[in-house]
DNA sequence: GCCATTACTTACATTTTTGTATGTACCATA
DNA sequence: TATGGTACATACAAAAATGTAAGTAATGGC
């Protein structure tokens, strides 16, 4: 997403693949960090702070664009409180919550392509990078997300 | 993918992220055109020339690239047949095929989306791109894939 | 000999995405 | 008065993805 010229091919090939269901929803989630994001909020609503702290490697900035993103595309809602210092909270949309479904089965999926192609099994651990430990609606995840 | 340069911190932020099965997954259908080629695929063995007819403004480079990525990520086979002019037949892996019922599901998820946020339905018919008919695996769909 | 066909390759340019570094507002507390 | 915490914004730089234009090899048909 990110700023749009209307003119290049690039982006007329990015608003053509736009009409397509399967390549529009590719777009929406797309992002390198938006699926994690996503299973981040599947445990409910999260602080921008507890996001950060969680994903591992990512940065302020790039957690601000992913996440403003995701609101303008309506998978997230975004509420500020009017404190000081600011605590701004993250919570999925209704929408938001259908993809988690998807990403389980695409998690399954990664999973037994890594398995095949190399017979190795996640090179993650628990411990390694943020768990993902108070989630009810997709417990099966078992690395990052 | 492409080229990797070993240093930056974007792409150990790749590697990283390939440690995560979802994250993984989504680097392997993640390209531009990924998942047209895929969902094309789905109907049987495709020569080159094909898929490039079917896939509307994909270029020859991009499709090129394209495939040999999935090659690569062992989503699909090629085979080259010793003839003049020269063909190459495109056809899915088994774990490619795994994707598809993915697909249909982003896809159905992606219709869904875009009727909630915008309230309209699909832009495009099917005349206005290249079909998908003979598809007997996921014969829903009804837009560019 | 010349052309057409097919599936590419190569060099290059442009656009988009991602990351770095620094600054900001607000107010409570020390 | 100075400091700390939170959730950003901004200017800039680097890297990656995508697109353009041209060329190539092999061979059969004219």
Same mark, same amino acid.
Request: aromatic fraction near 6%; charge should be neutral.
């Given at each position: 997403?990110?700023?749009?010229? *209307?003119?290049?091919?690039?982006?007329?090939?990015?608003?053509?693949?736009?009409?397509?269901?399967? #390549?529009?929803? &590719? +777009?929406? =989630?797309?992002?390198? @960090?938006? &699926?994690?994001? &996503?299973? !981040? %909020?599947?445990?409910?609503? +999260?602080?921008?702070?507890? %996001?950060?702290?969680?994903?591992?490697?990512? #940065? *302020? !900035? =790039? %957690?601000? &664009? +992913?996440?403003?993103?995701? *609101?303008?595309?309506?998978?997230?809602?975004? /509420?500020?409180?009017?404190?000081?210092?600011? !605590?701004?909270?993250?919570?999925?949309?209704?929408?938001?919550?259908?993809?988690?479904?998807?990403?389980?089965?695409? $998690?399954? @999926?990664?999973? !037994? $392509?890594?398995? /095949?192609?190399?017979? *190795?099994?996640?090179? %993650?651990?628990?411990?390694?990078?943020?768990?993902?430990?108070?989630?009810?609606?997709?417990? +099966?995840?078992?690395?990052?997300?």
């Amino acid at each position: 997403m990110a700023k749009i010229k *209307e003119n290049s091919t690039n982006s007329f090939n990015r608003k053509f693949l736009t009409d397509c269901d399967l #390549t529009y929803a &590719l +777009q929406l =989630m797309g992002g390198r @960090w938006k &699926l994690l994001i &996503l299973m !981040r %909020l599947t445990s409910g609503t +999260q602080r921008f702070g507890e %996001l950060k702290k969680k994903i591992t490697n990512i #940065t *302020e !900035r =790039m %957690l601000t &664009l +992913q996440l403003r993103e995701m *609101e303008a595309d309506g998978l997230i809602t975004r /509420q500020v409180f009017a404190e000081v210092p600011p !605590r701004v909270e993250y919570t999925l949309t209704e929408i938001g919550k259908e993809l988690i479904s998807i990403c389980d089965a695409l $998690h399954t @999926w990664g999973a !037994r $392509h890594r398995f /095949q192609v190399a017979g *190795e099994v996640s090179a %993650l651990s628990h411990d390694d990078v943020a768990e993902f430990s108070d989630s009810p609606p997709s417990a +099966q995840l078992n690395d990052m997300v």
